[in-house]
């Protein structure tokens, strides 16, 4: 129970991400708490990880120190060559330009941009010259079955269409490492299975690598590994709540 | 354009009203500042032009000591010192009867303009009869004006010089060659030198000698023959003198208008502030999506800035043309104040420069871009988010207030310290105030929460739920309620400041009117420029009044501007008469050792402001360039005047006769005998000189009620600015209150989801925007006594020097109290109007 379950233990050289002694508390009130406690993690290169845990427990934490959103109290997150925790403020967002997409739980999509340029803004930001990108965008928009919303805003779109486009985006710059918060979380249940489906397929035809947290069990069939945060480490497997919550 | 941009900009778009608010409030700011100095710079280039029309290429003049000169001095120069580049010149002011434009007359010797004033000969060498023009009162005017005024060749001018109307025959018209000559000449009407003898009752006496003296040697040679040939009193001087001495007299003046009217920019500055404040806090989740997506700080402070700057330049290119516009009105009133104070000058047109359009296109941009740098940088801490979070902005400001206050504090003291450790700069006493206001900005927030907390019993009592839940709005939205009511209180505050300071100079003026008024009637010529009567009274209408059946005594003033090391210096030579010892209230000086001697021995008394300009006391002396060579009279009291901030130099008629030739009088003052009606003797006075030269003969009463009617007149412009500044922050407050309607769409949305009706929606909205009018009226009676009495202790001492009485009407605070109310209720209608008519269910589905 202590031990440290997930991946293998030595670092390979495919992996792509490593999380040594992640330590992140929270002030509250007088006291420290530890919301994750000397976590430790891999993943390899193509692989595609769910992450499940309570409500609680940490999940959105963990991944916003993977994206470098937010910085661990101790512990290193390297992606790739990179640690984040040595990099400043700018540094850790130019990276996350270039190195990962996010799906958020909330959709976040930009109101005041249309759904193509939605799309367009992480390749424009990483510096894509614009005719390839256009292409690369209206592309990845066809991917998730919604090649002719392109000029709507994202207020016009359904949840489920707004995290296809969501989705679309976070592929969009060709990130080594796509991250997904509870992408399911803000959906009825057929369009969150629709919404998975698109996800998983895109990112097993690209060979991307995936870390998702979700309580869905539909993804426990199609994924490569699944592991669960709980007291501040992972742990292999589901967790044995689920089963009885979910019944 | 990048999608950040695009991005940026269909945000603008989607608010048009809060952007075109911001955009207008930054347009009026730059228009105000843009058009007084385009109108103080038209005014300017006018003098500087007709300046130049009547000097043109003299290169030095010969003058006397009060104005006039002998015309055999001319024949000296000519005969004795050899001198062929020199001419005679008459010149003054006139009024042509047609129209009520005051024009220049020049009076030239046809035959030595020659290398003088090219358009002279231009058209007069050509189209007219020299005799003609020579011999008989004629007079040439320029082509374009005489079109204007419908007059041609042959037709009689009516040209009235101080009083007296003289018909001249137009005898020709000059071409002018050039623009430049065209407007330089629109304002003059040329006569021979004996035609302008007659017309300013001048007779063997001429305004000046214009020389032209080559550089070096022998110009050096030159100048010394002819000094030796000039008679005592006469002198030489370099003709731009003239030119530099009178800009010089309206500098405090310029000064003081550009000062308040960057109020109104000020004021705009916190309508940007709170705009671009609002557009960040509205879109913290954006930003924070952003930030997420990988776009850095720097990025979105840029985009912040950008979104700024585009305002700005929008509306400084608005503000740029709606100054021009604004100008071509403000001109006239420029020009008609500096009439009533300083010199004469007929403005027909703007001009407008280059570099004012400049400054206020810089000026416009670079306020609105620094207005904006709090907010940018705000969005650059935005959270980066994967969730919406909400208020976490409000409580950072009510965090922040006592901060901000504590800032506040600190700035006050380094105003309040610039103030007392500045001995004379008003640049400086500016800066200091501008430093009280953003200190009394930043103690705003701290105020409001205080005030709103002390309040809200008392509203809960008043007016139950709504009225608690109002008061707590105006705390719990802080970031914007703060802003609008700064901005209204700022602008509130101006107003009781400069209206405080108007008031205490008008009852000043008015206490030293009565004061000095005590004769029964005032006589003098009518003059172009109110305060500085020095026109002359013909001899025989003073024999005339002086022999009016009732006239007790009388006695006689004289003013004239003699030269001096100093500068022009307004001397001004009285006859004591009964009261004289009440009329000068001494600041500095022993009545009961002064006026025993005055007449009797030789010495002056100064006004306050010319003590002050010239750092001058009793005991010190005055040097005067006098028909007896300069002279150096001790001065023994500075005594109060409030008619002419440049200053006044006193002294007895008896000294002025010892050492000046002159012997005209500009005014006389009589009394009646006790029993003689002084309205009938007003009305004999008339009568005995009906036909003579027109003189302005009135009581004092009446002549009081002109000087105040010239005073309010003069103030004019300053309350136009004041109410500029007013309608910005107006402005400024309907969009804060729109801003905040929109930011609370959604609470309005569960209000009325909730039960709450449409009208309850809006009393609630009105109610809150009405507190915040009476916070700001409340905040600005404190801030408000204190610019007025920065304005009236330093900066009006520093600018002119005068010493006035701090006087604070109850009205007045009890206006600025209704006017702030009254701003915040009207601004407050169409948000609160928007925001009972918006349907809950489309305010709740907005994320
Ligand atoms: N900024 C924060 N400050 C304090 N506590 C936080 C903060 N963010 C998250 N937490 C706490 O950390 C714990 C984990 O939160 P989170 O990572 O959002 O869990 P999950 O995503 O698994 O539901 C929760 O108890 C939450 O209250
Ligand atoms: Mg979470």
Redesign the pocket.
């Known amino acids: 129970m202590t031990e440290p379950a997930f991946g293998n233990g030595s670092p390979a050289v495919s992996s792509i991400l490593r999380l040594r002694g992640l330590t992140k508390t929270?002030r509250e009130g007088e006291s420290d708490r530890a919301?994750l406690d000397d976590l430790e993690a891999t993943i390899d290169e193509g692989e595609f990880v769910v992450l499940m845990?309570r409500?609680?427990?940490?999940?959105?934490?963990l991944l916003n120190l993977v994206s470098g959103i937010d910085l661990p109290t101790s512990g290193t997150v390297e992606i790739g060559e990179t640690d984040l925790t040595t990099l400043s403020e700018t540094e850790r967002t130019l990276f996350r330009r270039t190195h990962i997409g996010f799906i958020f739980q909330s959709f976040n999509l930009i109101s005041t941009l249309t759904v193509a340029e939605n799309i367009l803004l992480p390749l424009e930001l990483s510096g894509i010259r614009s005719g390839q990108a256009e292409e690369q965008a209206l592309s990845i928009l066809e991917r998730v079955g919604l090649g002719d919303r392109g000029d709507s805003f994202p207020d016009r779109l359904s949840g489920g269409e707004q995290q296809r486009v969501a989705v679309a985006r976070a592929l969009a710059a060709d990130p080594l490492l796509i991250l997904a918060d509870e992408p399911t979380g803000n959906l009825d249940y057929e369009t969150g299975r629709q919404v998975l489906t698109i996800l998983t397929d895109l990112v097993t035809d690209l060979g991307k690598t995936l870390l998702v947290a979700t309580h869905d069990r539909m993804l426990l069939d199609r994924c490569d590994r699944v592991v669960t945060l709980h007291g501040g480490t992972l742990h292999d497997g589901a967790p044995d709540f689920l089963e009885s919550s979910s019944a | 354009m990048s999608l950040l941009q695009r991005s940026s900009l269909r945000y603008l778009t989607q608010h048009p009203w809060l952007m075109g608010l911001s955009v207008l409030g930054v347009a009026l700011g730059v228009a105000v500042v843009v058009s007084i100095d385009l109108a103080n710079t038209s005014a300017s280039t006018a003098f500087q032009l007709s300046a130049e029309t009547v000097t043109g290429k003299a290169t030095h003049q010969v003058v006397g000591t009060t104005g006039s000169i002998d015309e055999d001095v001319y024949r000296r120069i000519r005969m004795e010192a050899g001198v062929q580049l020199s001419a005679p010149v008459v010149e003054g002011y006139a009024t042509l009867q047609s129209s009520d434009r005051t024009f220049q007359v020049l009076g030239v010797d046809p035959f030595a303009e020659g290398p003088f004033r090219p358009y002279v000969r231009a058209g007069g060498g050509g189209g007219i009869d020299l005799p003609t023009f020579m011999t008989r009162n004629t007079a040439l005017l320029s082509q374009p004006t005489a079109e204007q005024a419908g007059l041609q060749v042959g037709d009689t001018l009516r040209v009235s010089i101080e009083g007296r109307t003289i018909p001249v025959e137009l005898a020709g018209l000059i071409e002018p060659e050039s623009e430049r000559t065209r407007r330089a000449i629109a304002n003059l009407v040329l006569v021979d030198v004996s035609t302008a003898q007659a017309l300013f009752d001048q007779t063997g006496r001429l305004t000046r000698i214009d020389l032209i003296v080559p550089d070096g040697e022998t110009g050096e040679q030159m100048l010394a023959g002819i000094r030796s040939a000039l008679p005592e009193g006469a002198r030489v001087q370099r003709s731009e003198t003239r030119t530099e001495t009178v800009e010089q007299m309206t500098r405090a003046f310029d000064l003081n208008l550009t000062a308040l009217s960057l109020l109104a920019l000020v004021v705009g500055a916190f309508l940007i502030y709170n705009t671009m404040t609002f557009s960040v806090v509205q879109r913290r989740g954006l930003i924070g999506r952003l930030r997420a997506l990988g776009v850095t700080r720097r990025q979105i402070f840029r985009l912040v800035l950008g979104e700024a700057a585009l305002l700005g330049v929008v509306g400084t290119g608005l503000g740029l043309l709606l100054g021009i516009a604004l100008a071509t009105g403000l001109v006239q009133l420029i020009a008609q104040t500096i009439n009533d104070l300083y010199f004469v000058v007929s403005v027909q047109e703007i001009t407008i420069a280059p570099w004012t359009l400049l400054k206020g296109a810089l000026l416009g941009i670079g306020t609105t871009v620094a207005a904006a740098v709090a907010p940018a940088r705000e969005a650059t801490n935005a959270p980066v988010s994967t969730v919406l979070q909400r208020s976490t902005q409000e409580t950072n400001l009510q965090d922040l207030a006592p901060k901000l206050a504590g800032a506040g504090v600190g700035l006050a003291a380094v105003g309040a310290a610039v103030l007392v450790l500045t001995e004379q700069s008003i640049i400086l006493s500016y800066g200091a105030l501008l430093f009280i206001l953003v200190a009394a900005a930043l103690l705003t927030p701290m105020a409001v929460v205080a005030m709103a907390r002390g309040i809200r019993p008392v509203l809960g009592a008043l007016t139950g739920v709504l009225g608690r839940m109002a008061a707590r709005g105006v705390v719990s939205t802080l970031s914007r309620t703060g802003v609008a009511v700064a901005a209204l209180m700022v602008a509130v505050a101006s107003t009781v400041g400069v209206g405080v300071m108007i008031d205490s100079f008008r009852g000043t003026v008015v206490s030293w009117l009565t004061q000095s008024l005590q004769a029964d009637v005032y006589v003098q010529p009518p003059s172009l420029v109110f305060r500085r009567s020095d026109a002359t009274i013909d001899e025989a209408v003073l024999e005339r009044l002086r022999q009016v059946h009732g006239v007790a005594s009388s006695h006689t003033v004289r003013r004239v501007s003699v030269e001096s090391p100093l500068g022009p210096t307004e001397l001004v030579a009285v006859e004591q008469g009964p009261e004289t010892d009440e009329v000068y209230q001494f600041k500095v000086g022993e009545p009961e050792a002064v006026w025993p001697d005055f007449g009797t021995k030789n010495f002056v008394l100064v006004s306050e402001p010319y003590a002050y300009r010239h750092d001058l006391a009793v005991g010190d002396s005055v040097a005067l360039q006098t028909d007896r060579g300069m002279q150096r009279l001790p001065i023994r009291a500075v005594y109060y005047d409030y008619g002419s901030d440049l200053g006044v130099v006193l002294t007895s008629r008896s000294t002025y006769e010892r050492f000046y030739d002159d012997r005209g009088v500009s005014g006389i003052a009589f009394y009646a005998r006790d029993d003689v009606d002084v309205d009938a003797l007003i009305a004999d006075m008339r009568g005995a000189v009906g036909g003579m030269q027109d003189v302005i003969i009135r009581s004092n009463k009446a002549l009081r009620e002109t000087s105040l009617k010239i005073f309010d007149r003069t103030f004019t412009i300053t309350t136009v600015l004041r109410l500029l500044a007013v309608v910005v922050a107006f402005i400024g407050v309907l969009s804060a209150l729109m801003a905040l309607a929109l930011e609370r769409r959604r609470e309005f949305g569960v209000l009325r989801a909730t039960g709450m009706t449409p009208k309850q929606v809006g009393g609630y909205v009105t109610l809150q925007t009405s507190l915040m009018g009476l916070i700001a009226g409340v905040l600005s009676l404190p801030l408000g006594y204190v610019l007025a009495y920065v304005l009236v202790y330093v900066i009006n001492k520093r600018s002119f020097g005068w010493t006035l009485q701090l006087s604070v009407a109850p009205e007045v605070l009890g206006q600025a109290l209704l006017l702030a109310v009254a701003a915040a209720f009207l601004a407050g209608l169409y948000p609160a109007w928007q925001m009972a008519r918006s349907s809950p269910a489309l305010a709740l589905r907005e994320e």
Do not use: C, F, L, P
């Open positions: 929270y919301v845990g409500s609680g427990s940490g999940k959105s934490t």
